[in-house]
């Protein structure tokens, strides 16, 4: 669910374990997503999309699924290392132009050595 | 993928006074560039979509006299926070899309850390 107020959501790992980061998105009309990595003091970086026509896409140790039915979208890391750690977004490109992302709460990844 | 400098990367600056962020798309042409602003362990909130050549658009509770966009060419867009009050200090970031069309990523600069004393 949704974080209120100044406590973001946190995922503890093992290095070398999968993380899965979930998402659940509000417009059923957002046909565009892309998941942001961002370390403490920088700004986002773009780790992966996916378009509303596919349901999983895989990059290097990424693989984000989406799941259109119940508005759901997930990023899974392979053998998560100690550089993974840092704040995830998800963000939806609502349907319509404009090109606006919209942002999800966030979720804070630790890897614990 | 494409590179967005955003400068300066932190200011500190007197209550009253105005400062003005710079941001660049350095390998592609930016028609359209996006304003956020960020708290602490919050998300990155859109203050303003700045259209290149034509006046930004702003978001609902953004003051635009506050916060005036300039976008000026296909590679530069500026942010500036007028008569700065302590309650303007945030993180702000910029961004931009590849393209004009939906399906092509966001890329974002490094963000500024404005404190106002």
């Known amino acids: 669910g949704e974080s209120v107020g100044l406590h973001l959501p946190t995922l503890s790992v093992q290095e070398g374990d999968n993380s899965i980061i979930n998402c659940a998105y509000s417009?059923?009309?957002?046909?565009?997503f892309i998941w942001y990595k961002q370390e403490s003091g920088k700004g986002p970086q773009f780790i992966i999309d996916i378009r509303s026509n596919m349901d999983k896409r895989q990059g290097q140790r990424v693989t984000v699924l989406l799941n259109k039915t119940v508005k759901h979208l997930s990023l899974q890391i392979a053998a998560t290392q100690p550089g993974d750690s840092a704040v995830y977004f998800c963000?939806?490109?609502?349907?319509?132009?404009?090109?606006?992302?919209?942002f999800g709460t966030g979720t804070q990844l630790k890897v614990e050595l | 993928g494409a590179v967005v400098s955003q400068h300066p990367s932190w200011v500190i600056c007197k209550s009253g006074t105005s400062v003005k962020i710079e941001c660049r798309s350095l390998d592609f042409q930016a028609t359209t560039m996006f304003w956020y602003r960020q708290f602490p362990k919050q998300s990155l909130m859109l203050m303003a979509t700045s259209n290149e050549g034509s006046k930004a658009t702003y978001e609902q509770g953004v003051e635009k006299d506050k916060f005036l966009i300039n976008h000026a060419s296909l590679t530069l867009s500026t942010l500036t926070v007028t008569s700065a009050h302590p309650e303007d200090s945030s993180f702000y970031i910029c961004?931009?899309?590849?393209?004009?069309?939906?399906?092509?990523?966001?890329?974002f600069g490094q963000g500024t850390r404005l404190t106002v004393v």
């Open positions: 961004s931009a899309r590849v393209g004009a069309g939906q399906g092509l990523g966001a890329f």
């Open positions: 417009n059923s009309a957002s046909d565009y």
């Open positions: 963000a939806e490109n609502g349907a319509g132009g404009g090109n606006k992302l919209t």
